[in-house]
């Protein structure tokens, strides 16, 4: 296939560095062999510094979704009551994704756009002591925004001592998440968002309550038990077949990300973040977070009055090269939304506005008169 | 990291062509695009054709354990009755899986090293009406066995018409298996052996009785939810992010397996399966297996006596860069295997049996006279 030469700004998978993605033409290895034992355990101790964490971290031939499953399966027995805060489809499914797997999920749910209240989430357990585990949603890539974790976790775990399960796939690595400090009992990811490394491997952190909880669970999965991968990976192995090219492509991104250092690599998608938000409202724009909780690794754009998003959107990728991504559930044809993480160049945001410039009136945008 | 440079005769991960390897490096795309759209349509309608299927077939991001896992929550329910055909640790491994997701599984075994019996299959369900599925290991890696699935189908779907769940992993796309001419409902295989592409993909058919199987059985997993995969494809998308590199590669392999043709690749499996059996009898060794079951894509040698298996295998690493998979469960320390399958070429098994000639007198190895 031919793979156009374009400007990809969803918000994942996020574009990788050439030599991440020459690294995985590197030759087949024995799996069970020295080779793989060396990188699996050197690429899951940068992980856990990654994570800032010293719980058990495995990394999953799996997306995203697949950590999250595991996160689930491994933690909760059917009926096993469970508060999930929803800010968005990708908590929407969180929520689901309990459910389909047997547990009685309680949904706090809170504006689309808006961020989780902490208070709010407080209140729900005190009325709920039956509560198991909160399910949460770091940064919401629906909507663009980032959850107050740390506060969260203040009460989930510092006033009531709950499972703490969360969804960090477009945040960790982009924006701060210490999982221990923050006492964040599993931690999932996945590789295409901030860890320049193409999508396929997810990474799962587990702590010792989520260990504890799994003692009473016992075994509900097969290909996403976090036992077996801990047996396993005691050997240097996994218990399946590995993705060996991302294993590769991990291994040196890992290398870069810690190289360049996590306060930088926050930085810049702090200045990223603010870059595209200031960018889409100098053009006339609106936001639809508030800029106090607004994502540093996506950012969603009301679609304005007037304007068809879908030709929007088109218009971006076709006339200009531009790829953005449309709104989900809800918000479908309401928003666009625009990714910004991992490495991303100044280059490519400055390109999108000027296509936007160009692409807005083409659809029928008549921006309000500036001073 | 650094990638020895070797002869890589494990039973999977097959090496893979140099430029399926670099097509890996192809930059990202949008997975919910049109460009995706078009690569997930024509590679499942490729795929088809490579099994031989009318049936529906989905390109999964996992290993391949996670295709079986997909073939067991997709079409059983917590206490239906399975019959499984086990000859060897990937047989036994099909059986202990559709125990931990709530099976009751009657596991008919087989001496390791042999086939499984079409007739005993017929009295185990003579014996046992209840039976709902029987699972079957259609190439034993374990054991380098490849049984008799035709002759099984036309007891199980023939007589009994029972659900038939197919572990072909280690044998579709190198040896004949028309999936529906030998009425296969379910059948799971993986990227990395047959299909000339690197680990981390898995490909499963599900025809309509499986479909069928599923009304009642209602959802049982999430990421592996053949009906959401179904949704998905009709937009051509997966419902989650999918392993690009690794869809680009498969691109160029279907193209490279269907030009050559599938009976060239089956004659081609057959010369080299016969080229090592013959290589390793001529060196004083004997075979695990009868020649008359024999697999084509992986051979397994008995350890000869006097002879450390983990030394021969270690030696054949460390001085000759031969890579061979030793013994697994209580076949460990008495064969070691060696994998044929995929991009595999005649100086590669030269190769392996120079290498041999030397390493094997050098463990303590004494071939008996021959005339």
């Not at 198991?132 to 949603?137: D, F, H, M, N």
């Not at 690599?265 to 639809?288: C, I, N, P, Q």
Request: charged letters at 20%; proline letters at 6%.
């Amino acid at each position: 296939m031919k793979i156009p030469k374009q400007n990809l700004r969803i918000p994942g998978p996020a574009p990788c560095p050439p030599d991440v993605l020459e690294a995985m033409s590197g030759a087949m290895i024995n799996h069970r062999g020295p080779e793989f034992k060396a990188l699996i355990h050197s690429a899951t101790e940068r992980l856990k510094r990654v994570f800032m964490t010293a719980n058990d971290l495995y990394i999953l031939t799996a997306s995203g979704t697949g950590a999250l499953e595991a996160s689930l399966v491994n933690t909760l027995a059917p009926g096993d009551k469970v508060l999930a805060a929803v800010t968005g489809s990708f908590g929407k499914r969180y929520a689901d994704m309990a459910e389909t797997l047997g547990a009685e999920v309680r949904r706090l749910e809170f504006e689309w756009g808006t961020a989780a209240d902490p208070l709010a989430v407080r209140t729900a357990l005190e009325g709920d002591p039956g509560v198991k585990a909160v399910l949460v949603t770091h940064n919401e890539t629906s909507t663009g925004v980032t959850n107050d974790l740390e506060a969260i976790s203040a009460v989930v775990k510092g006033e009531f001592n709950k499972l703490l399960l969360v969804d960090a796939i477009s945040s960790l690595g982009c924006v701060p998440l210490p999982v221990d400090e923050w006492r964040c009992d599993v931690v999932a990811t996945a590789s295409q968002k901030g860890f320049l490394t193409p999508p396929g491997l997810s990474f799962i952190s587990f702590g010792p309550a989520a260990w504890e909880a799994r003692q009473s669970v016992g075994v509900r999965g097969f290909y996403f038990d976090l036992a077996t991968a801990q047996t396993y990976l005691e050997r240097g192995q996994t218990p399946f077949t590995p993705n060996l090219p991302l294993f590769y492509a991990l291994d040196l991104s890992l290398d870069r990300l810690l190289a360049q250092g996590q306060e930088e690599t926050y930085a810049r998608h702090a200045y990223f973040g603010e870059m595209v938000r200031d960018g889409v409202k100098a053009l006339g724009l609106s936001l639809l977070a508030d800029e106090a909780t607004a994502s540093n690794t996506v950012t969603a754009v009301r679609v304005p009055d007037g304007v068809d998003g879908k030709a929007l959107t088109e218009a971006l990728r076709t006339e200009h090269g531009v790829v953005v991504a449309g709104g989900l559930g809800p918000l479908e044809g309401r928003i666009f939304r625009i990714g910004h993480m991992g490495a991303v160049t100044e280059a490519e945001i400055t390109g999108l506005m000027d296509a936007l410039r160009v692409a807005l009136p083409a659809v029928g945008f008549k921006a309000a008169a500036r001073p």
